[in-house]
């Protein structure tokens, strides 16, 4: 058997073992090390005796099946399925995982990802996308089969294992068009069997069975028959010198396309209908608007507020708000608005993050202490909260101004998502602007920045309520 | 001629350089404005123009004269002569010559060239030169041209001036192409060659310098194949020739810097299909032996059959013995280049007839250990590389790029 470990920081994260390459290998010994961070990733292959599934047993239970070439585990990628039998082991390697009510990650993202395409690399494997995988010990036979295709007529199988059973769909897109079963029994390994179609197809469906065991099946197998390159010749493009936005501009030059088919030309009428069919698709499918995005107009207040209202609906740990206008004292009544709907929301903590422009006291903005003292004496808020409970709500005033607006959901897990609003909340009805969504990496990097400003030095003030 | 005149040259000429009207558009311009005047006319008059320009202009002369000449000689590519004779008559060679030197210098934002030059991917500045000369835009300027051979007639001392002070190398390397009839003295050649700042004005030098041998060889490899009686006499001539020229290139390089020797004999000799023999002997000289052992390990090698012409030149005979033991560093050198090549799939990139046969001469040409070297580091290689079948299924891309590493070292190996 051929075996393949995988460790990080001297722990082994993942052993694999392949069936049927000893001889192929021979005693070629590959060992490939990598340092990533403090530690050393090392991925080490050889021919080792067999083993036995049964000796990894102790800690976990087995799963036996075949996989498919879409699988992430099938590491022979389209050539061959792959028949795996995985011990599945209850204890993750420890440089990996923490275990606890969940197992989660000790390592941080970047690194993580690191170390699987490292893995992908070397064993063909993608654990990104099973990352539970690691600490288990996979066993792999390989059920090889070579598909050609014979012009228009059919294909021709070839492998090198017992089969019985070969059927083959033939499709026109996904439609199925024609269907052959050829019996295989008794041909030597290393067979060779052409199936014909006598309707014209452009993918097909392949199964292989030995003793009624599936081996191998692939669904929507094409082949490529003809090219099209649309090229391009660009002439050199030139700088344009700027003064103030930046060095240069750069304008490439447009150049001329040609467009070369190499291989059988489809009939045009095929090609204009398909051509059509996606051109209309494409005009029903721009109709849609994009729901991530929300453009307002004046006295458009409710359609903004239900936007917003949906992201506070969220359940939600933490609640943060920029918006460097808040203490605009021309906009008070906005301002109060809002915390009045921040005192009702269920959140344990909600951040109101302004700026006070010291250069110009004459506008007299509010300051975080007069917020915190005008919570305390809003009627509507007195009437349903006790008065000495905390509301959760805590005011800064910083030193630096912030343009856009931006509001932020943290829920329980601490995955960030918000939204940019293009205006102040105080102006929100009399303003042209846009509202976006922002999720994952953007979301949590924006809010990372932005979180900065309310930590000190950058603080004049901070006020609870 | 008046003010408007002098605007309506300036913008010709600027849309003409700058591409922004087409060659007939600007022909027309030209007729237009010059009308059926003679040109000796239009210089006396432009010289007036000058006379009566006020005070604070008066700096623009220079810049006016080079101008207008250049506009004049594009109505009339042949009036070189005329227009030599009568910018002489009245005394306005030197605010030609003036203008210029301007124009080349490059430090005035208005009246300038910006050229970029595409030598940058050649590590061998001589090979850059050998296949582009004749393409460095000359019909594009010829008027630029025509001007600067008004001024190598007239004054060669300035022209010189201005031959140095080329920022943008426009004038050198249109010297390079036969089509300026300007010759160049060996005495201007040596500072080019000397400006260890600038490699591709190095290597223009040397270019100009072997010009005339290299043209010798050519006619000699005519020649070479005949025989009979009156061609032989004819061969015996031009080797006697050759002998000449190479004494005048010894001449010069002697009063280079060593590794500028190295560097300019070595690009000639990659470059060029022939090359006198006594090129390698200065190559092998003791003096310069280690500058060429550096040349052959920068990026100028890059390919086998570079690798056969530094094993011409390593085996060509030399009298004195002290350098025969030497030889091995240099072999060996050129073992670590091939080697390096395969490492790095570089200068190698498949192995068909061509390379075979170049491969086999290789071999013939290396001593013993140095073969008995690289068949080590080849197989050592090959030991190394992802090419069995649990390769070709679980990490193809790998595979595929060490599948064709392979064919190359096993054809290698197969001759060694």
Request: charged content about 30%; overall charge positive.
């Amino acid at each position: 058997m051929l075996e393949q470990v995988i460790s990080y920081g001297s722990e082994r994260i993942i052993t694999i073992y392949h069936k049927g390459f000893d001889k192929d290998v021979g005693n070629r010994h590959k060992k490939v090390s990598e340092k990533l961070g403090r530690f050393q990733l090392v991925f080490e292959e050889k021919v080792v005796p067999d083993e036995e599934p049964a000796k990894y047993m102790l800690n976990g239970w087995s799963i036996k099946g075949l996989l498919g070439n879409a699988n992430a585990l099938n590491p022979y990628g389209e050539s061959a399925c792959a028949f795996l039998e995985q011990i599945v082991s209850i204890h993750k390697p420890n440089c990996l995982f923490t275990e606890d009510k969940e197992y989660k990650l000790k390592v941080d993202v970047p690194t993580f990802q690191k170390i699987c395409s490292f893995s992908k690399k070397y064993t063909g494997i993608d654990f990104s996308k099973t990352p539970m995988s690691f600490g288990n010990v996979l066993f792999y036979s390989s059920f090889e089969t070579n598909l050609h295709a014979l012009k228009e007529e059919g294909i021709i199988v070839k492998g090198n294992h017992a089969c019985d059973l070969i059927i083959v769909h033939f499709k026109q897109n996904d439609m199925v068009v024609c269907t052959r079963m050829i019996e295989a029994t008794g041909f030597p390994p290393g067979w060779e069997i052409e199936v014909l179609s006598n309707v014209s197809w452009n993918n097909h469906d392949i199964e292989i069975y030995d003793d009624e065991n599936l081996v191998y099946f692939y669904k929507g197998i094409t082949y490529l028959r003809n090219i099209v390159m649309n090229m391009t010749v660009l002439q050199r493009g030139h700088d344009i010198p700027l003064k103030k936005l930046g060095k240069a501009f750069r304008v490439e030059d447009q150049g001329s396309s040609t467009k070369t088919t190499i291989g059988e030309k489809r009939p045009i009428i095929q090609e204009k209908l398909e051509r059509s069919e996606v051109s209309i698709r494409r005009k029903l499918n721009e109709e849609e608007m994009n729901q991530d995005t929300l453009f307002v107009k004046p006295n458009e207040i409710q359609k903004a507020m239900d936007f917003i209202q949906k992201e506070l609906k969220k359940t939600s740990k933490q609640i943060w708000l920029f918006d460097s206008y808040f203490s605009d004292r021309n906009g008070l009544h906005y301002s109060l608005d809002w915390i009045r709907i921040f005192a009702f929301l269920h959140a344990d903590e909600k951040n109101i993050v302004f700026f006070n422009n010291p250069s110009k006291p004459e506008r007299n903005p509010v300051t975080a202490k007069e917020f915190s003292y005008l919570t305390k004496e809003d009627p509507t808020i007195r009437m349903k909260k006790q008065k000495d409970k905390s509301l959760g709500i805590r005011f800064y005033q910083t030193k630096q101004y912030i343009h856009d607006r931006f509001l932020f959901i943290l829920d329980k897990e601490e995955f960030v998502t918000g939204i940019s609003i293009g205006t102040s909340l105080n102006s929100l009805d009399s303003n042209y602007y846009c509202i976006h969504k922002l999720y994952k990496g953007s979301a949590r990097h924006i809010f990372d920045e932005l979180k900065q400003f309310s930590n000190l030095p950058n603080i004049e003030d901070i006020s609870s309520v | 001629m008046n003010r408007d005149t002098m605007n309506e040259f300036k913008s010709i000429l600027h849309d003409k350089w700058n591409k922004i009207q087409n060659y007939n558009t600007i022909n027309k311009r030209i007729k237009k404005v010059f009308g059926r005047k003679p040109s000796a006319i239009w210089i006396k008059e432009f010289s007036n123009f000058l006379d009566h320009l006020p005070e604070e202009e008066r700096r623009r002369k220079p810049l006016y004269t080079a101008v207008f000449a250049m506009v004049l000689l594009k109505r009339n590519l042949d009036e070189i002569d005329i227009v030599r004779l009568h910018l002489k008559k009245h005394r306005l060679i030197s605010f030609l010559y003036g203008g210029l030197t301007i124009l080349v210098k490059g430090n005035d934002s208005k009246f300038r060239f910006n050229i970029s030059w595409s030598d940058g991917s050649f590590e061998n500045k001589y090979e850059f030169l050998r296949r582009f000369v004749g393409e460095f835009y000359y019909w594009d300027y010829i008027e630029f041209f025509l001007v600067a051979e008004i001024i190598y007639k007239e004054e060669s001392e300035k022209f010189q001036e201005i031959l140095m002070s080329d920022q943008s190398k426009l004038l050198l390397l249109n010297l390079c192409s036969f089509d300026l009839p300007i010759h160049i003295p060996t005495h201007w050649i040596i500072p080019l060659m000397k400006d260890k700042q600038d490699s591709l004005r190095q290597n223009i030098g040397y270019y100009l310098l072997t010009k005339k041998l290299r043209s010798i060889i050519q006619q000699l490899i005519i020649w070479k194949p005949l025989q009979s009686g009156e061609k032989k006499t004819k061969k015996v001539e031009l080797l006697g020739q050759i002998k000449k020229e190479i004494l005048i290139v010894e001449d010069s390089m002697k009063q280079l810097d060593e590794q500028t020797q190295a560097s300019l004999l070595f690009n000639y000799m990659l470059s060029e299909t022939h090359w006198p023999r006594d090129f390698a002997k200065w190559l092998l000289n003791p003096k310069l032996r280690k500058w060429f052992m550096q040349e052959i390990q920068n990026k100028k090698v890059r390919t086998l059959k570079n690798v056969m012409v530094c094993l011409q030149i390593i085996q060509t005979r030399v009298t004195t013995s002290e350098q025969l033991h030497r030889k091995e560093n240099l072999y060996l050198t050129l073992v670590d280049v091939i080697t390096n090549f395969i490492r790095e799939r570089q200068g190698v990139y498949q192995w068909t007839e061509d390379e075979e046969w170049t491969f086999e001469q290789i071999c013939h040409r290396l001593p013993a250990i140095s073969k008995a070297k690289l068949k080590r580091q080849l197989s050592l290689i090959k030991k190394g590389l992802w090419t069995s079948r649990i390769d070709e299924l679980v990490r193809f891309d790998m595979y595929l790029k060490d599948k064709v590493t392979q064919t190359i070292i096993e054809g290698m190996l197969a001759q060694l």
